[in-house]
Each structure stands twice: as C-alpha cells, then as structure tokens.
C-alpha cells in the first residue's frame, strides 16, 4: 500500500493527501485491513519521516499487526519506510 502520506495543504492534491496530520488515510486503512487477511496475512506499507512514524507505529500496534521494517531511504527533505504489516 503506497498511500498518500503529506499532511493537507492549502492546495488539495488527492495524490498526495494523507489528511490533516498526513497519517490519516494509513489510519484507516489499517483500521479496516486486518478483516481482509488470512491469520498470517500481512501487508506491504510505505510511508514517510514527514507523517509521525511514532504515530503511525502506534496506529500499527492497535490494530493487530507486528511491525518489520523492510527498508528505509534518506531522500533529499525525507526519510522513507517500506515495512511489512503481520496480520497476528
């Protein structure tokens, strides 16, 4: 999943997007996902420096899933975190 992550601007771009506080949309994606998978089903998730990982940790962790950070890039103004979602 390679949702937008900015938080909203004055100038709405649905491309970019990810609510008021950038974490929104991954919020409610994750809120919903875990019905969707199998007991060892897991997801696939980018996000950004720029969206509160902290939050979005969180976010993780209430929902059910265990956290693996696949990758992470530095690029230009932003750090990038590709991390798989376990479903447990």
């Known amino acids: 999943f390679n949702p937008p992550y900015l938080s ?3 100038y709405k771009d649905v491309a970019l997007d990810g609510g008021k506080k950038g974490y929104e949309l991954i919020e409610k994606f994750l809120k919903q996902a875990g019905k969707f998978l199998n007991k060892n089903g897991f ?4 996000y950004s420096s720029l969206s509160k990982p902290r939050r979005i940790k969180q976010i993780i962790k209430q929902n059910g899933f265990n956290e ?3 990758e ?3 690029i230009s103004f932003e750090k990038l975190f590709i991390v ?3 479903n447990v």
Request: aromatic residues 0%; glycine residues 0%; positive net charge.
């Open 8 to 10: 909203s601007s004055k």
């Open 43 to 46: 997801i696939l998730l980018l």
């Open 68 to 70: 693996e950070i696949l």
């Open 84 to 86: 798989k979602l376990v």
């Open 72 to 74: 992470e890039k530095k």
